[in-house]
Every structure is written in C-alpha cells, then in structure tokens.
C-alpha cells in the first residue's frame, strides 16, 4: 500500500530553526511536494522535489532522499506566521494524483 | 485573479437531504479534484478528473458523484448525505506540479 509519515505536531522558539521530516513508501515515484497550511484555511504551495538533493526558497528549504524514501522540510528563522500544518505529499505517477501525508502542526513559541 | 471558488463555505444540512457543493477555477486547468480533511487524516481524494467528461474515483468515492460538463466547474453531489459525510471539503486544480485549491467548504451533517 502507500504510506507517508510525518510527526503529528512539533513545537519551535520564534527565530530559531525547525526540521519537519516525512518518509514515504509508495508503488512510484514522480516527485514530492510539501503545502503549508493555516487552520480552517486552504493548503498553499511551498516545494517540489524530484531529484536527490536541497531545494532553497528563501527561509524555507526542501530536502530528498529517493533511496532513502525521505525528505525534510526546513524552516529558519522562525516567525510567528509560521504556525501552521505542513503537509507532505508525493506524485506516485506520472499525472496528477498526489498521496498525501496527514500532516504536522508546527507550534511557534515567543 | 486566479482563483478556485467553492461554495457554499460553510453548510449544516440533515441527514438524506440532496446537495450540491460547486467548485469553480478561472485557470483553464484541465484537472481538477475533491478532497475531504478529517482530523488525523489528512487530505483524501473524493473524485477528480482530467478534462471535461471524464472523472474517476479517488480514495473515497462513496456517497459522492461529481460531473465536468465545462472546464471551469466541477461540482460535487452528495445524493443522500449522512452524518458520517461531516468533514472539511477541498476542491483544487492543476496545470503543472502545484495544485490550487478552493478556501474549503465546512460541511456538518445532523
């Protein structure tokens, strides 16, 4: 079956840095996708990944391990907005569907 | 702006009674999808489809029917909803990698 496991929820100090892990086993593999989501609000758009290795964006950067059926999102700097749920999903095949994880609630302290 | 557009946003209905939850996107997508969010869950797909008249099932098609006459709307059906259909309801599209969703449509049934 398809599987993708993230921590349920994590808890950061404002400014400092956060590491959300997700791993996956799925019958493919066409990329890797990580959403931001505010409560009661719509998932948002924050990476894609589809070959090993770090993507940057600004504070937030994405990491993968195909072999090791792994990724990480990173998140620096830390600022209150980023109280949210971070969703991992992965593209099994080659066309829209995505497998989603359940989720992580990050919880920003001041 | 583009945008996927859900409505109604929030809806408390009884259990057997027909209703219709549109989903609209102004981004000439060809795919579109239906999840629900339950807690501890995550995201799971309803129905999507790949162009106009042709849907599939997702995760969890049943009690639901969806129809794509036109690009742009993609409306879901629950013919006879049941409490157990109590749940946060996304609609998204997609060109590319990143799906766009709708801002959700908290559905309670009684």
């Known amino acids: 079956g398809q599987n993708i496991d993230q921590p349920t929820e994590m808890t950061a100090t404002e400014g400092a840095i956060v590491q959300i892990n997700c791993t996956y086993q799925?019958?493919?593999?066409?990329?890797l996708f990580w959403y931001q989501q505010h409560a009661g609000e719509a998932p948002t758009f924050l990476s894609y990944n589809v070959l090993d290795g770090l993507e940057e964006k600004g504070r937030f950067s994405s990491f993968l391990s195909r072999s090791k059926g792994y990724s990480y999102l990173l998140l620096k700097e830390l600022q209150m907005k980023d109280s949210a749920s971070y969703l991992c999903a992965v593209r099994v095949h080659s066309n829209y569907q995505l497998i989603w994880g359940a989720g992580t609630k990050l919880i920003i302290k001041p | 702006e583009a945008q996927v557009t859900q409505n109604p946003r929030y809806l408390i209905t009884v259990t057997g009674k027909k209703l219709t939850v549109t989903c609209s996107q102004n981004?000439?997508?060809?795919?579109m999808s239906w999840y629900r969010q339950d807690p501890g869950l995550g995201l799971r797909q309803i129905y999507y489809?790949?162009?106009?008249?042709?849907?599939d099932k997702g995760d969890v098609p049943e009690g639901y029917k969806v129809s794509r006459k036109e690009k742009r709307n993609f409306p879901l059906i629950l013919e006879s909803p049941s409490p157990n259909q109590t749940s946060l309801y996304f609609c998204?599209?997609?060109?590319?990698?990143?799906?766009?969703f709708g801002p959700g449509t908290r559905l309670t049934v009684l």
């Open positions: 799925t019958s493919g593999f066409n990329g």
């Open positions: 489809s790949m162009n106009v008249e042709v849907t």
């Open positions: 981004m000439n997508h060809e795919y």
């Open positions: 998204a599209s997609s060109f590319g990698d990143e799906q766009f």
